[in-house]
């Protein structure tokens, strides 16, 4: 498959171009140049199907020739390798739950999907790959445990200091080996427009091989296709009308959702949950992309005030502003609602959700107010043990550790702060 660049000012990739370098050097993000739905008889068939026969399925097209068929099975069965549950709240509301990985976030899926390929295509190449990534929240652990022991590729994450989740924060700076955290002393935009500029300086890019694992990278955003089709499989016998609410932050989750539609999966409508960072939200309302400085906020994955992806989702509607907003709805919540959100979950249904998941739990009722034939998703982002002092605060309520997070709460942090972009420079040079 090539991947053009969405600034059509640089030449068009391979899969593996595309992967190794993350961003096209006009620093557009890559796009598949074809999009072929799946036949009819996938989707009849689809209960009979294994999740890694579902998985192959829907990410080969994308990824072939050059990842071989083989080579690609073992891959998606590394990659899912735990459970994807839906968990039906009512008749009219369920929660898909992403959060079985050994990070405990959505992110895991995508995560370990790129490390296993860039370990396959560097695997013969004496030149180290350093993984350059911003992270809100979720992405620094997730992507440090998939890349943790790759061979030849160094992973060097930038966090927003003070901004991220104790679990968060020891799931990104305790592992070591291959993996190194950067505390900088800023939001995650800042991070964010770091880790861009450092694509774009040739002092480095001269130097070093250098990659993002955001979800930027064709090789995260695309597998997270997987679990719509999943979700699917689980509930086309029960409700004919499927919405998902995605809690959204960078939209990479949600423009993934969009791209399984593409592939045919019958998805009735998409809403794009928001807290208080809800540019997206204001812009189907009005038409003016206008971002303001980012909030920091409880459902911290989500800070994000200038979405990388949504230039995607515009491209999958082809820049045609009635196609996007007649598949898709926003709406964002403050902080106050989301934890007014976690007790209504907890009293109505003994469910407890994160924060990040009940601003989708919110959307998906807002939405069914109007759409009563409906029946909508939420996807559960990521675990409550990891927003554990949010959480157990709203509901009064202790939450049983998971084992994953038992490994990681009492290791020591190792992290190297920076306040600029010298700084990350400085760093990357050093080395
Ligand atoms: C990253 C993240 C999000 C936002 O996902 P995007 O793909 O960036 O929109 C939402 N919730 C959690 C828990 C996350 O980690």
Request: glycine share 6%.
């Amino acid at each position: 498959m090539n991947y053009y660049s969405l600034h059509n000012k640089a030449p068009k990739s391979s899969f593996k171009e595309a992967v190794i370098k993350g961003l096209a050097p006009d620093k557009g993000l890559y796009f598949p140049e074809t999009i072929t739905a799946l036949e009819e008889a996938f989707f009849s068939s689809i209960i009979d199907l294994s999740r890694e026969e579902i998985a192959f399925r829907v990410i080969e097209q994308f990824v072939s020739p050059e990842i071989p068929d083989d080579v690609l099975k073992e891959i998606i069965k590394e990659t899912i390798d735990f459970d994807f549950p839906i968990v039906a709240l009512d008749s009219h509301i369920s929660t898909l739950e992403l959060f079985h990985g050994p990070t405990m976030a959505f992110k895991d899926v995508g995560a370990r999907f790129m490390a296993r390929c860039l370990g396959y295509f560097n695997q013969h190449n004496k030149e180290e790959i350093t993984v350059l990534v911003a992270t809100s929240g979720d992405t620094g652990g997730a992507v440090a445990h998939g890349f943790l022991g790759v061979e030849g590729v160094q992973v060097v994450i930038l966090y927003p200091k003070g901004k991220v989740s104790d679990v968060q924060e020891k799931q990104l700076t305790t592992l070591g080996q291959n993996i190194t955290a950067l505390e900088v002393d800023g939001v995650f935009d800042d991070c964010q427009d770091m880790v861009k500029r450092a694509f774009s300086d040739t002092d480095l890019t001269s130097q070093m091989r250098l990659t993002s694992a955001n979800s930027i990278n064709v090789a995260r955003w695309l597998p997270q296709m997987f679990y719509f089709f999943f979700a699917y499989q689980q509930l086309y016998k029960k409700h004919n009308k499927i919405v998902f609410s995605v809690p959204s932050g960078n939209f990479g989750n949600i423009c993934a959702g969009m791209m399984a539609k593409k592939l045919g999966l019958p998805i009735h409508h998409f809403i794009a949950a928001n807290n208080e960072n809800n540019v997206i939200t204001k812009f189907l309302e009005t038409q003016e992309y206008s971002p303001e400085p980012t909030v920091a906020t409880i459902s911290n994955a989500m800070d994000v005030s200038n979405p990388s992806n949504f230039v995607r989702i515009q491209e999958i509607h082809h820049q045609d502003f009635k196609s996007m907003s007649q598949a898709l709805s926003s709406y964002s919540y403050s902080d106050k609602e989301t934890e007014d959100a976690l007790k209504e979950i907890k009293v109505q249904y003994d469910y407890i959700a994160d924060p990040h998941g009940a601003i989708g739990y919110l959307a998906c009722k807002e939405y069914l107010k109007d759409h009563k034939k409906t029946h909508c998703v939420f996807l559960e982002t990521a675990h409550p043990a990891k927003f554990l002092r949010t959480v157990e605060g709203v509901l009064n309520v202790k939450i049983a550790l998971p084992e994953q997070i038992k490994q990681v709460i009492n290791k020591k942090k190792v992290a190297i702060a920076i306040s600029n972009y010298d700084g990350l420079k400085k760093f990357l040079l050093s080395r």
